[in-house]
């Protein structure tokens, strides 16, 4: 357990922090699960409508952190060819 002031704050800190990442991850992973149900359906303006929210959340969580940039990147190009592959 922490003894001092400031590791006292710094655990407060820190459960702060992963309650906030946690929400981002949620909003990351929910936006994943909209984009690939989308494809899944085969509807490709549905999913062009998605993709546009979905490139914004991961490049908000992305822009904090809570993800490396180039994780975020990458989903964005797979996702992107996997639409323009749509009929």
Same mark, same amino acid.
């Given at each position: !357990?922490a003894n001092? %002031? ?8 820190? /459960?702060? $922090? ?6 981002? /991850? &949620? @909003?990351? $992973? ?6 690939? +149900? ?9 999913? /062009? %409508?998605?993709? +546009?929210s979905f490139?914004?959340? /991961? !490049? %908000?969580?992305?822009?904090? &952190?809570?993800? @490396?940039r180039q ?10 060819? %996997?639409?323009?592959? !749509?009929?």
């Open positions: !357990m001092t %002031k400031s590791a006292k704050k710094k655990t407060r800190v820190i /459960l702060r $922090r992963a309650a906030i990442n946690r929400v981002r /991850l &949620g @909003k990351y $992973r929910g936006a994943i699960k909209s984009i690939e +149900n989308a494809i899944q359906s085969g509807k490709k303006s549905e999913a /062009l %409508k998605i993709f +546009n490139q914004s959340v /991961l !490049m %908000k969580v992305s822009k904090k &952190g809570s993800i @490396k994780t975020a990147s990458r989903k964005i190009s797979r996702i992107a060819k %996997k639409i323009s592959a !749509m009929k």
